[in-house]
């Protein structure tokens, strides 16, 4: 792609614009994008009035701009995210029936955790992950999860960041970060106790797509009452297995028997029986 | 931005690239991108490796590339959308408990209507929506929302478009589509008994924000069945002012006293009370 006389390409401009906007800042004025993002000012206005052009920046009040809803259009499409998100959604809703508080799940991008779902409620204890936000690996239970049953480099990236807990409840070096890994491993499921917040206990699962690759993390967070985690660590750990056995059979090819109706549409849909039937009709036709 | 020797820009022929893949399109080949998006080639491979580097696609089996975490990262901070879902959430599960069949939630894109949310059942009548989808304006009911109660020009552009029914109960001419914008404005919601499949009804009432701007259409699809919608059209208008009172809630300032907890956050996160006061604790911080 082109680049500009700083040698940054058109794309890279693009997405540092974009990355201006954050979930506590969702609404900026140019001036403050080109603060945020270090893109010139006149540089700023003539990417956001292309990207105004484009419905991937919307004008709102004050002289500010938002992200447009075609970005959320375009992402909606990921089958990383919206797909797992989509499968796995009434198992997360009956899990959170039982189990009550926050439910989340997460997925990794480089060495954070991007928490895709979390289903919350009211009274629930402290929680500090956003839907669309990300948590370091090594504060979370969902990162303990990509560090034991994902790829074994994995760790050395995250160590090679320093180790930065955010209380000191957390592992405060690379071995204490290492055994937490094992115990892990051990378990079969991660916990962690006022790692974010003394008040709150993390606990996360891991959710085998194809191959048994981990595609993603199961979590909860729950009252740190020093209570055993037994019961909600098998609650979690029958949730993943009931979403990894739906992504399998989303994946599985239509004449098999244990495959879901919704064909070449379901690693990004999930409707009832019969819509699914119908969309699959449709999608042939075109 | 820079233009190539076509004259398009790059972030037009970035866009067309995403583009290319689709719901019932999730995994692409650099070939069948370049068939779908009319990008040459060569052109396809320098963007494909360069959104790669980005995380704006990421490589999938047989050759293939599917959309990135990153671009959900991205979309998952639009307020229109993501906000306007994560608000009104609970309010949808609770109309889903008591409704069943289909629920959802729609925003406007030109003259479609997106779909950000939709809550099914396994056992729920015929639904052609997909979460991330567009429908036309003119075949739905949230369609008819946007017409009677947003924009006075959206009917102009729709009808510039010309009238194509799906099936025969749809309106078939720009006349009859004006008489279904009128019957919804003197209902007060809008009712489609089989315009997208024969055993469906849609039925959909506005979604309001500040100044009472029509921000969504929270619709149903329930079985077309011949029987008396009031009590559908009821329970969603309840359901529909309920998310506009929490929508002007987010908005207010922390000071006032009908404002939710979560000061700057609330556009964008609905979490547990305590979670939104120790989120905007930490926002506040940095």
Redesign the interface.
């Known amino acids: 792609?082109?680049k500009s006389s700083e040698g940054t390409?058109?794309?890279?401009r693009?997405?540092a614009v974009?990355?201006a906007?954050?979930?506590?800042?969702?609404?900026l004025t140019l001036t403050q994008i080109h603060r945020r993002s270090g893109i010139p000012l006149s540089s700023v206005h003539?990417?956001a009035a292309?990207?105004v052009d484009?419905?991937l920046l919307?004008p709102a009040a004050g002289r500010t701009y938002?992200?447009?809803?075609?970005?959320?259009?375009?992402?909606?499409?990921?089958?990383?995210?919206?797909?797992l998100r989509?499968i796995a959604e009434p198992y997360l809703?009956r899990l959170h029936d039982i189990a009550g508080q926050?439910v989340q799940l997460g997925?990794r991008?480089g060495t954070d955790v991007?928490i895709?779902e979390?289903i919350?409620?009211?009274?629930?204890?402290?929680?500090?992950s956003?839907?669309?936000g990300?948590i370091p690996i090594q504060h979370s239970t969902s990162g303990l999860v990509f560090l034991a049953f994902g790829e074994p480099e994995l760790l050395d990236a995250v160590i090679a960041q320093g180790i930065h807990p955010v209380t000191s409840a957390g592992p405060g070096t690379a071995d204490a970060l290492r055994a937490e890994v094992d115990a892990t491993r051990r378990r079969g499921y991660a916990l962690a106790d006022g790692w974010i917040?003394p008040?709150s206990r993390g606990l996360a699962v891991p959710v085998r797509g194809s191959e048994d690759v981990v595609v993603g993390a199961l979590g909860a967070v729950i009252p740190n009452d020093a209570s055993s985690p037994r019961r909600a660590a098998t609650l979690l750990q029958e949730t993943a297995h009931r979403i990894s056995d739906a992504l399998l059979r989303a994946y599985l090819p239509a004449s098999h028997p244990r495959a879901l109706p919704g064909g070449?549409?379901r690693?990004?849909?999930?409707?009832?029986?019969?819509?699914m039937r119908?969309?699959e009709r449709?999608?042939r036709v075109?």
């Open positions: 792609m082109a390409s058109a794309l890279t693009v997405l974009l990355d906007f954050t979930t506590d800042a969702p609404f003539r990417i292309e990207l484009h419905g919307e938002r992200l447009g809803n075609r970005l959320w259009e375009i992402g909606s499409k990921t089958p990383g995210a919206l797909g989509e809703r926050h997925v991008i991007l895709i979390r919350s409620a009211p009274d629930a204890v402290i929680n500090g956003i839907v669309g990300r917040h008040a070449s549409l690693a990004l849909v999930a409707s009832s029986a019969e819509s119908y969309l449709r999608a075109r």
